[in-house]
C-alpha cells in the first residue's frame, strides 16, 4: 500500500516505523528532519524495550501532486495541524488520518472537504504512544501494544476507510480501535492529560517530586472536568472512563497508577517530555478548553482552575 506521513515526530516516528514493518510503501514528507532522514534513516531508541530499530522508507520536502497515495496520515500538534490544511487539502489521496490531540477537528474537516478538489474521507485518530526527538534518533515509550484510536469527528469512521488503515498497520505490536466520536475522546483525553501536564510543570518536569496530596489534586481536577463535559452533553470516551475518577476500588487503581508513572521511566515518557517538549500544543489546548467553557456555561472547576495557574506564560 502507497502511504504518505506528514510528521516525524515523536508519535509520527512510530507510526511510520510500524506502516513499513508491516510492508508498506511508505513516503515522509519532512522539512527540518529531512537531511538527517535522507542520511540515516528512521532510528528510533524504544526505551522500554531496551531495543533500537532503524527504517528507511522514502523522503520527500514536498507532497508532488502527480503521486497518489491510499492514505495520507498527518500526525503533528493540534496547533501545527491547522497549518497543514491547504495542503492536506492538495494531496492526491481520497483518505487523510489526521492523528493527535485535534479539539478543532470539526473546522480542520470541513475545510479539507471545502477545499479539495476531489472526494475525500477524512478521519482522526491518536496514538498512545509518547517520547522526543534529539540528535538524529526518536526515543519513544511503546507499550507492548501500540493503539491507534480511530473515528470520524463524531461518527464511526467509514467501514471501507478503516479497513484499509487496518490493512495497512496489520502487524504484531499494533491495533487499531474504532470508536463513533473522536471529537469527544479528545476533550476527555486533554481532561485527564492536562491537569498531569500541569504538575508536570510545577514539578519543574521532575515527577519524583509529586506528593501524595499533588497525585490527588490531578485526579481530583481530572474528575471536575469529566462531570463538566458531561454536563455539557459530551459522552464519555472511552466509555466508562469516568469511573476511574469517581472514588473506589478503580480510584485507588487511578491514584497507584499515577504514583508508579510519577517514580518510573513511564511518566517520564509519557508526561514530563510532552510537558517539556509541547509547551506550545498545551497552550493551545487551553486556550481551546477555555473557548469551550466560555460557550458552554463557565462551570467552576476549582483544583482545575488552581492548577492552571502552572502553564508556563507565552
Not at 490531578?218 to 469511573?243: H, N, Q, W
Not at 506550545?280 to 467553557?293: A, C, Q
Request: aromatic share 10%; net charge positive.
Amino acid at each position: 500500500m502507497k502511504i504518505l506521513v506528514f510528521g516525524a515526530g515523536a508519535i509520527g516516528s512510530l507510526l511510520i516505523h510500524f506502516l513499513c514493518k508491516a510492508g508498506n510503501d511508505v513516503t515522509v514528507a519532512a522539512r527540518s528532519t529531512y537531511d538527517e532522514l535522507k542520511s540515516n534513516g528512521l532510528v528510533i531508541e524504544h526505551v522500554l524495550q531496551k531495543k533500537t530499530t532503524t527504517d528507511r522508507p522514502a523522503v520527500v520536502q514536498k507532497a508532488e501532486p502527480s503521486q497518489h497515495y491510499d492514505i495520507v496520515f498527518s500526525v503533528m500538534q493540534g496547533q501545527q495541524q491547522l497549518s497543514m490544511l491547504d495542503t492536506l487539502s492538495a494531496v492526491n489521496t481520497r483518505l487523510i488520518v489526521m492523528v493527535g490531540n485535534n479539539p478543532e477537528c470539526d473546522r480542520c474537516e470541513r475545510y479539507i472537504k471545502e477545499h479539495s478538489s476531489s472526494e475525500r474521507t477524512v478521519l482522526f485518530g491518536f496514538q498512545n504512544s509518547a517520547g522526543h526527538r534529539e540528535n538524529g534518533r526518536t526515543y519513544a515509550g511503546v507499550l507492548p501494544t501500540t493503539e491507534l484510536v480511530l473515528g470520524g469527528a463524531h461518527s464511526p469512521a467509514d467501514p471501507k476507510a478503516a479497513a484499509v488503515i487496518k490493512k495497512a498497520l496489520a502487524v504484531k505490536g499494533y491495533k487499531v480501535t474504532e470508536v463513533d466520536d473522536m471529537y469527544a475522546y479528545y476533550m476527555y483525553h486533554i481532561a485527564e492529560i492536562m491537569p498531569y501536564i500541569l504538575m508536570s510543570y510545577k514539578a519543574e518536569y521532575d515527577l519524583k517530586r509529586l506528593t501524595r496530596n499533588d497525585i490527588n489534586r490531578i485526579i481530583r481536577a481530572t474528575g471536575e472536568c469529566f462531570d463538566y463535559l458531561k454536563s455539557t452533553g459530551i459522552k464519555v470516551m472511552p466509555p466508562k472512563e469516568d469511573s476511574f475518577y469517581s472514588g473506589g476500588i478503580k480510584g485507588i487503581g487511578m491514584y497507584l497508577l499515577y504514583r508508579i508513572m510519577s517514580r518510573t521511566v513511564l511518566g517520564d515518557l509519557m508526561v514530563a517530555d510532552h510537558a517539556r517538549n509541547g509547551i506550545s500544543e498545551n497552550r493551545y489546548l487551553d486556550r481551546e478548553f477555555e473557548k469551550f467553557r466560555s460557550a458552554h456555561g463557565y462551570a467552576s472547576m476549582s483544583t482545575w482552575d488552581r492548577l492552571r495557574k502552572y502553564l508556563p506564560n507565552e
